[in-house]
């Protein structure tokens, strides 16, 4: 008699962050690097540090000035119907987002899917400027990928990012390009104190997080072709 098999789906387990997990900190470190100095150089321009990426969007687009019946068009790497709430719950305390380029758009939010640089990102660059409106970059995923030889976070106005979805960390975002100052609660001053004590040990890793996370997509696409 043959043996029942499971109706439970197989479980896949993986590490990220091969040398961070388990272990606490990596063994390469980048002592008297602070985050702010990694954000130039690797971007080219300075860029801050925020509580977390929802606040970076909330800095651009109320630097933006936008009004309520504004539009930002929204558009991703596979363009497929979801959307983070994250990205659409931030705009609506705005404005208006959306997933067609109207009359009424005056931003294009870009969001490089799954760490996957957007294929329309150059002609999306033009748009902007053509129209005169801001394009920005979610890096949320990705610091490191490129499209066209560039690395992503090239071509937008503003930049915003996710540190924990790139590093072994809780808390932290970053926004590139000059927005309005804002003053942050005692609350978000303290997160943002740890993202700069914590995160600095890790930057010099992150071509090693990139590439293990690259190597897990890789192998999981294959995995479920089968």
Not at 72 to 99: A, G, H, L, Q
Request: glycine share 8%; aromatic share 10%.
């Amino acid at each position: 008699m043959s043996p029942k098999r499971s109706s439970r789906p197989e479980r896949i387990f993986f590490l990220p962050y091969p040398q961070a997990v388990g272990r606490g900190i990596p063994n390469r470190r980048r002592p008297g690097v602070t985050v702010e100095q990694f954000l130039k150089t690797h971007f080219g321009r300075p860029g801050i540090v925020t509580p977390n990426g929802r606040t970076a969007i909330d800095m651009v687009l109320k630097s933006l000035k936008l009004n309520p019946e504004d539009e930002v068009y929204i558009t991703t790497t596979f363009e497929k119907p979801n959307v983070s709430s994250c990205v659409t719950c931030t705009i609506f305390n705005t404005c208006r987002p959306s997933r067609v380029f109207t009359g009424k758009t005056k931003a294009i939010f870009v969001i490089h899917e799954f760490g996957v640089p957007h294929p329309r990102l150059a002609g999306l660059a033009n748009l902007a400027k053509e129209k005169g409106i801001a394009l920005i970059e979610d890096c949320a995923h990705t610091l490191d990928s490129q499209w066209n030889g560039r690395k992503v976070g090239q071509a937008g106005d503003f930049v915003i990012g996710s540190f924990p979805k790139i590093f072994p960390v809780e808390d932290g975002g970053f926004l590139i390009g000059k927005t309005s100052p804002r003053p942050f609660t005692s609350s978000e001053a303290g997160r943002i104190r740890r993202v700069k004590q914590i995160l600095p040990q890790y930057l010099n890793c992150l071509t090693d997080y990139s590439d293990r996370k690259r190597k897990i997509f890789r192998s999981l696409t294959e995995k479920f072709k089968s």
